[in-house]
T-cell receptor
């Protein structure tokens, strides 16, 4: 267990509403990532963070924003949810030299989001 | 752009068989390669991480090899068990701390 949790685990929302997903880690990892998983596309990176207040875009960042105000929390916000953002969202962490390999990524349990 | 391919997409074997899952990638300039398993409705569990300077890693009945120059990795599972049934994903990273590029996985079923 890499000490990573996601909330909520399931969410149903309506088109046009803002949604925020939270990723929380307890082991002081430097890097945090948000991926989405869709049939036929596999896992794709949305945004990632390489430190507090340091974030960058991934390959499918349109319509999403992130924030990391402290080491342990990485928030993903859908500014105005659309049906195409229905997906399973995974948070991942890496970059703790005191635990296994520095570059090994560990994943959270996922959030299943449905946008109606 | 890096592309990762896993063949076959699905595999069904009888219990006890030794098996090999394949992963190929188009850009050999990788920093590391990681194998995961994913059970239905669950997150990804890390199995093995191979740094680009390594040729293989072992954990219990699992052995992963890496041939960076040819853009290939294999995951060897010895004496397969029904509990090994899951989807196996490989992913490559370009630099330290960078995103991973994933294949779409091999869905493995081990029949009792």
């Amino acid at each position: 267990d890499a000490g990573i949790t996601q909330s909520p685990r399931h969410k149903v929302t309506e088109t046009g509403t803002p949604v925020t997903l939270r990723c929380h880690q307890t082991e002081n990892h430097r890097y945090m990532y948000w991926y989405r998983q869709d049939p036929g596309h596999g896992l794709r990176l949305i945004h990632y963070s390489y430190g507090v207040k340091d974030t960058d875009k991934g390959e499918v960042s349109d319509g999403y924003s992130v924030s990391r105000s402290k080491t342990e929390d990485f928030l993903l916000t859908l500014e105005s949810a659309t049906s195409s953002q229905t997906s399973v969202y995974f948070c991942a962490i890496s970059g703790n030299g005191g635990r296994s390999s520095y570059n090994e990524q560990f994943f959270g349990p996922g959030t299943r989001l449905t946008v109606l | 752009k890096q592309e990762v391919t896993q063949i076959p997409a699905a595999l069904s074997v009888p219990e006890g068989e030794n098996l090999v899952l394949n992963c190929s990638f188009t850009d050999s300039a990788i920093y590391n390669l990681q194998w995961f398993r994913q059970d239905p409705g669950k997150g990804l569990t890390s199995l093995l991480l191979i740094q680009s300077s390594q040729r293989e890693q072992t954990s219990g009945r699992l052995n992963a090899s890496l041939d960076k120059s040819s853009g290939r990795s294999t995951l060897y599972i010895a004496a397969s068990q029904p509990g090994d049934s899951a989807t196996y994903l490989c992913a490559v990273g370009k630099t330290s701390g960078s995103r991973l590029t994933f294949g779409e996985g091999t869905q493995l079923t081990v029949n009792p």
